[in-house]
């Protein structure tokens, strides 16, 4: 639906994650019944993981430790291979430090820190090569930039899968001063499969796609540590975002044969919001902030994106997201809380029982609806039951 902006303007209606609500089917299910795994192929290997959940390349968020543990519970963890963990031999004081500045110093001093210290090529194998200790995959991130840079590095180390991300990532980027990267020739060149973002378009995941994508990062600002929208004033809604992305990936299928995953990235904090992406259309989701509370996170407590310590323009900030829980309570339980923030598979095989639908896929064609309502009401009621009135 468009609106009329003006004489001049007009704009689509788009919607997020708390405009939508999941319409319950005429069956329901067993959860015990449900699959919520995840696989996609590429060369003829498989690549299957019992969760849908990556964890985002943030350094607040992902070590080889973490990456381990993650992968070991049957999810992915992506490590930022241009941010702390490959500038610093060790990087717990550097850690320690960040989670020391108050809120106001933060980001000047987080410049200083990241300026310190160059990537390191070597470090870079060393990580990965800590990750495949742990005996599960390596993925690792790195932006379109620095990709062909440091890419030789990374498959050294063993890297088993390549994240290429940035705040926005284009198939075909113009610029009179630098040779841009061939995206499409650089994906079809390597050896192991390429995860590309972030879009937030149709035919920005539809490039994507085409450049040899296994799959695409869909979202663009929507997470609570990125500034992007305020900073730069772009970005689309998560649900309208999925759901383009999702019928570029019918179109690139009509075109290719090919299947290229859909990918939501950020703005899910909840169970709730994880089973609505996947009904909007995506195969998986990738999170930061929920992860950043593990008492395994590096973070010590706070999360920051890949752009927060950008030297001249600054797209993100440190925030506190505290420690909620082990990674295994916040991922598959068992939860203590009753706010969705916990057991978050839990929260999405339950949704799914309830609505009778089997596996992912299926789940994609359940039906939505806007419903800003009943935010409306979910309000009204924690309002009279005292929530958040200092009773």
């Known amino acids: ?61 992902v070590d080889p430790d973490f990456a381990g543990l993650m992968g070991k519970l049957g999810g992915l963890a992506v490590l930022n291979l241009e941010g702390i963990q490959t500038r610093y031999e060790d990087p717990a004081p550097q850690l320690d430090l960040i989670a020391s500045f108050s809120k106001e110093e933060a980001t000047a001093r987080m410049q200083q820190i990241y300026a310190a210290e160059d990537v390191k090529p070597e470090l870079i194998t060393q990580r990965v090569k800590e990750i495949k200790s742990h005996g599960v995959l390596a993925a690792a991130s790195l932006t379109p930039q620095n990709v062909e840079l440091y890419i030789d590095a990374a498959l050294a180390g063993g890297l088993d899968i390549l994240v290429i ?7 075909e980027h113009v610029s009179s001063y630098d040779k841009p990267l061939d995206l499409n020739a650089f994906v079809r060149s390597l050896p ?79 169970g709730g919001d994880i089973a609505k992406a996947i009904a909007c259309g995506a195969d998986a989701v990738m999170i930061g902030s929920p992860l950043a509370s593990a008492s395994e996170a590096p973070g010590r407590g706070y999360h920051w994106g890949m752009a927060t310590f950008h030297p001249d323009l600054p797209r993100g900030t440190r925030v506190q997201a505290g420690i ?65 009135m200092g009773r």
């Open 324 to 388: 909620r829980g082990t990674l295994e309570e916040i991922l598959v339980g068992p939860a203590h809380q009753n706010d969705g923030t916990l057991n978050l598979l839990g929260g999405l095989r339950t949704s799914m029982a309830t609505c009778g639908y089997e596996n992912l896929k299926t789940f994609q064609k359940a039906e939505v609806m806007v419903a800003p309502a009943l935010q409306t009401e979910g309000k009204v009621l924690q309002q009279s039951q005292g929530v958040g």
């Open 165 to 171: 991300q940035g705040t926005v990532v284009s198939a």
């Open 1 to 61: 639906m468009e609106i009329e902006i003006g004489r001049g303007k007009t704009a689509r209606q788009a919607y997020g994650f708390d405009d939508i609500a999941i319409v319950p089917s005429r069956r329901t299910r067993d959860p015990r019944d449900v699959d919520i795994h995840w696989e996609f192929a590429y060369k003829g290997k498989t690549y299957d993981f019992p969760l849908p959940v990556l964890a985002s390349a943030m350094d607040g968020v």
């Open 192 to 270: 192991v499969p390429t995860i590309i973002g972030g879009c937030c378009s149709y035919q920005g995941a539809l490039h994507l796609m085409r450049a040899g994508a296994v799959g695409v990062l869909v979202g663009v600002g929507p997470g609570h540590a990125c500034t992007s929208r305020r900073v730069l004033g772009i970005g689309v809604p998560q649900a309208t975002a999925i759901a383009d992305a999702a019928a570029a990936r019918l179109r690139h299928i009509d075109e290719t044969g090919i299947y290229c995953h859909v990918i939501a990235d950020g703005g899910m904090r909840t």
